[in-house]
């Protein structure tokens, strides 16, 4: 299986799906993003700066835009060019750009998703069963990201440091529930339980990982934060 490697931590004058965007910053980064006739949309908690001429406004997703947290709504907005707008989340970690070419999709974990150009679709699902021991038994959400009509981008934030790393068919990695980022729809997901014990009568717990296959890519990151759990 091939290392993991560092995905780029800036990024200048970068051009895909419409727009042109930057990112920098060292330990809590920002995106920002020169926009034109490509509405953007995002968490309406990560807005951080914007020009006044860009206007913002509920982003309308057949009824998927709104999830529970911790008894919260947390709605999608848009933004509207022309104009400059920034973007940042309230924590230590890593912001990057995924390119969808049309017809692409790509698997995000929740709670790391920052924004995206309008041209992709949103959905998500709920995963019961793979992380009861970080989401207090009631399983997590995977959004669902596809550029179905034209070129589009997925930004999203990581926690510490994000790695990337592309399996071959039949190649595997073992990672912490928590540590996992996004994943190709290519790529296969399992829960993993390993036993731990002391001696005979005397158990120490036990390990819990997710086990991905290939083909396609998987980033991780380096620091898990452990956010509410969605009801």
């Known amino acids: 299986m091939p290392i993991p490697i560092l995905l780029p931590t800036a990024?200048?004058?970068?051009?895909?799906?419409?727009?042109t965007y930057h990112i920098e910053g060292e330990l809590v980064p920002a995106l920002h993003i020169e926009m034109g006739s490509v509405p953007v949309y995002f968490e309406h908690h990560i807005l951080l700066w914007k020009e006044p001429k860009v206007t913002?406004?509920?982003?309308?997703?057949?009824?998927?835009?709104?999830?529970?947290?911790?008894?919260?709504?947390?709605?999608?907005?848009?933004a509207h060019g022309p104009g400059q707008i920034a973007f940042s989340r309230d924590g230590a970690g890593h912001v990057w750009g995924m390119h969808l070419k049309q017809g692409e999709a790509?698997?995000?974990?929740?709670?790391?998703?920052?924004a995206a150009t309008a041209h992709v679709d949103y959905t998500f699902?709920?995963?019961?069963?793979?992380?009861?021991?970080?989401?207090?038994?009631?399983?997590?959400?995977?959004?669902?990201?596809?550029?179905?009509?034209n070129d589009g981008i997925v930004w999203m934030h990581g926690y510490g440091n994000v790695f990337e790393v592309t399996l071959q068919a039949g190649?595997?990695?073992d990672i912490e529930p928590g540590g996992w980022v996004y994943?190709?729809?290519?790529?296969?997901?399992?829960?993993q339980f390993q036993r731990l014990s002391t001696g005979l009568l005397a158990s120490a717990g036990q390990l819990v990982w997710n086990r991905f296959s290939g083909p396609g890519r998987v980033a991780i990151q380096s620091m898990y934060m452990h956010m509410?759990?969605?009801k």
């Open 11 to 19: 990024v200048r004058d970068e051009s895909f799906g419409g727009v």
């Open 56 to 78: 913002i406004g509920i982003k309308a997703l057949a009824g998927a835009f709104k999830r529970i947290l911790s008894g919260m709504p947390i709605f999608m907005t848009e």
């Open 106 to 114: 790509i698997d995000v974990r929740e709670h790391q998703f920052l």
């Open 125 to 149: 699902n709920r995963v019961k069963g793979i992380a009861n021991m970080l989401m207090g038994g009631s399983g997590f959400f995977i959004d669902t990201f596809t550029a179905l009509t």
């Open 171 to 173: 190649q595997m990695i």
């Open 183 to 191: 994943k190709d729809r290519t790529v296969q997901m399992e829960t």
């Open 228 to 230: 509410p759990t969605e």
